[in-house]
């Protein structure tokens, strides 16, 4: 069982990728996920690919503890707006895989292949701040007003993909995984953050 990532596409589709759309890296962290794609595939073993994006969690360095961090300290934040996407709860990713792991060790018939997983529902990273902020401000945590820019305000190293939503046909109709709305994913981090909204 493999993780990979929403970096193999060129983020140019409109609506979801599905497991079989053409790939195209846009730089070398895609490419190199996407390598290692190649070699399992070719590698002759019973195997599942499961592609991601935009994972957090209440653990390590990710974008929600980066935006209570941020936001504490201030009034206003500006966050891409038109860089589409799925936040994934670490948690869901890992019960999924868990759910896979499993069948393929029990099953031998098991569904094998490409998949994609991330919770479910379409925001944007200024999206996504806005709801981190009001969940966040629900429990008596930071909160800061969100002003919406254009990734070409926000040049970074490695180009990201303007469209990273991942279809879950897949992996709905091969394990019958049903991922939550990623708002709700959300509010069991930040409980575990903050705490219960008050």
């Known amino acids: 069982v493999q993780v990979s990532t929403d970096y193999v596409f060129a983020g140019d589709k409109q609506g979801a990728w599905e497991v079989d759309d053409p790939v195209a890296p846009l730089g070398v962290y895609g490419a ?11 590698s002759g073993a019973r195997h599942v690919i499961v592609r991601t994006a935009w994972v957090v969690s209440a653990h390590g360095n990710n974008f929600v503890k980066t935006m209570l961090r941020v936001g504490a300290e201030r009034d206003t934040l500006t966050v891409v ?37 991330s919770n479910a529902g379409p925001t944007t990273w200024a999206g996504f ?21 254009p990734t070409s305000d926000y040049p970074t190293p490695a180009r990201r ?16 995984t049903q991922p939550r709305p990623w708002q709700d994913a959300l509010s069991d981090i930040l409980d575990e953050l903050i705490g219960a909204k008050k």
Do not use: C, M, W
């Open 32 to 42: 190199s996920k996407l390598g290692g794609e190649l070699a399992v595939r070719t």
């Open 161 to 176: 993909p303007a469209n990273s939503l991942l279809s879950h046909a897949a992996i709905g109709a091969a394990y019958g």
């Open 129 to 149: 701040a806005r709801e981190i902020f009001a969940q966040s401000a629900a429990r008596g945590g930071a909160s800061a007003a969100v002003k919406g820019i």
């Open 81 to 117: 707006e038109d860089q589409h996407g799925t936040p994934t709860s670490a948690a869901d990713l890992a019960k999924a895989l868990a759910t896979i792991t499993v069948r393929l060790v029990e099953d031998e018939a098991a569904p094998t292949g490409t998949f994609h997983f």
